[in-house]
């Protein structure tokens, strides 16, 4: 969620190997989130408690990585691709045990993941194919929906925490109620924290796969405008060659 591209302070230590990349502050707590993902998908069909636990962890955890970075001077790509890849992947196992727990929306959440890895991909590519230093970073002249989604973090963090949460509050709602429910009825309806939960945040949720069109459109018209610019500048190649020959 938070961005890990920001410019480099000067190092002292200035013969880093792979190793220490890799064994860097922030990308060791990418892997803890991807341990935690992990088991929050091995509970996930049977224990929903510890299932919402680790999985909600792993997904606070994308903050605090971005923010290692930048304290201890340690921004790399490679946390940047580890962080989306991350997103994605969780997300996804979570759409993809939603759809076996609601077959009627399958395409639904089918949809969902399809535009949630279409959008991101798309995006990250189009930003280092136009030379850009990071995904979350546009330029002045950008979309403007885009700005103010990736220019803030709290902004950026509240979209990416409720998205998340209304799908956690779907997965908890697939699992038999308590009797009575905790918080009454509603107009006859059984009330519990799940219930509440995915009402509040389904707005937002909404909201992200909006901007998640917008980012993809967006992606597509910069590669468009990527492959006009080297076929002109293909096709006057082409002609001063032609005009060499004759």
């Not at 190997?17 to 064994?23: C, G, L, N, P």
């Not at 727990?101 to 949630?116: G, N, V």
């Not at 189009?126 to 850009?132: D, E, I, P, R």
Request: glycine letters at 4%.
């Amino acid at each position: 969620m938070s961005s890990k591209q920001t410019p480099l302070r000067p190092n002292r230590k200035v013969n880093e190997t792979a190793k220490d990349v890799f064994f860097f502050i922030p990308n060791l707590i990418g892997y803890s989130r991807v341990v935690l993902a992990g088991a929050s998908l091995y509970y996930m069909p049977f224990h929903p408690k510890y299932c919402t636990w680790l999985y909600v962890v792993s997904c606070l955890l994308d903050a605090f990585d971005g923010m290692a970075a930048r304290r201890f001077n340690q921004c790399t790509k490679f946390g940047a691709v580890l962080d989306m890849v991350t997103d994605r992947c969780t997300t996804s196992a979570l759409l993809c045990f939603l759809s076996s727990e609601y077959p009627r929306f399958t395409i639904l959440f089918q949809s969902l993941i399809s535009l949630d890895l279409a959008s991101h991909y798309m995006h990250m590519y189009s930003t280092l194919t136009t030379g850009g230093e990071s995904h979350k970073k546009i330029p002045k002249e950008g979309n403007w929906v885009l700005r103010q989604y990736y220019g803030n973090n709290y902004v950026l963090f509240a979209f990416c925490a409720c998205n998340e949460l209304f799908f956690v509050a779907l997965y908890l709602l697939s699992f038999p109620p308590r009797s009575p429910p905790r918080l009454g009825y509603l107009m006859g309806m059984p009330l519990s924290y799940p219930y509440v939960l995915a009402a509040l945040t389904f707005p937002i949720c909404a909201a992200k796969q909006i901007i998640n069109c917008v980012q993809m459109a967006n992606a597509a018209r910069a590669l468009v405008d990527v492959d006009l610019q080297d076929r002109k500048a293909a096709g006057v190649h082409a002609n001063d060659k032609m005009m060499k020959d004759s």
